[in-house]
């Protein structure tokens, strides 16, 4: 079974940087689609960017110009980027994997933002 582990999740003050990493079990990482999703108390569960097989990226306008999601498939791994943190981002950050019909969630990641 594909498991995503995420990792770098904390505490930052406004207009911090932090950079979250997600790491895959699975041997095909290079062909799935990852993303990253962020989840606010009292809120749904909101994509924040992806990124395809072929490396295409997509963010969402909250974020562009401040996050950047990268990833090497030597590592089996995604990163999400995020600078210029404010307290608006504040959330529990979610690694996601596609492939076909399989849709993998990871166990979420803290980011807090706050001074």
């Known amino acids: 079974q594909v498991q995503l582990v995420e990792s770098g999740g904390g505490l930052v003050q406004p207009g911090g940087s932090l950079r979250l990493s997600c790491v895959a079990s699975?041997?095909?990482?290079?062909?799935?689609?990852m993303g990253w999703y962020r989840q606010a108390p009292g809120k749904q569960r909101d994509m924040v960017a992806t990124?395809?097989?072929?490396?295409?990226?997509n963010y969402a306008d909250s974020v562009k110009g401040r996050f950047t999601i990268s990833r090497d498939n030597a590592r089996n791994t995604v990163y999400l980027q995020m600078n210029k943190l404010n307290p608006e981002d504040t959330a529990v950050y979610y690694c996601?994997?596609?492939?076909?019909?399989?849709?993998?969630w990871g166990q979420g990641a803290q980011v807090t933002v706050s001074s």
């Open positions: 996601n994997g596609l492939i076909a019909t399989l849709n993998i």
């Open positions: 990124i395809t097989s072929g490396g295409t990226t």
């Open positions: 699975t041997s095909v990482f290079r062909l799935y689609t």
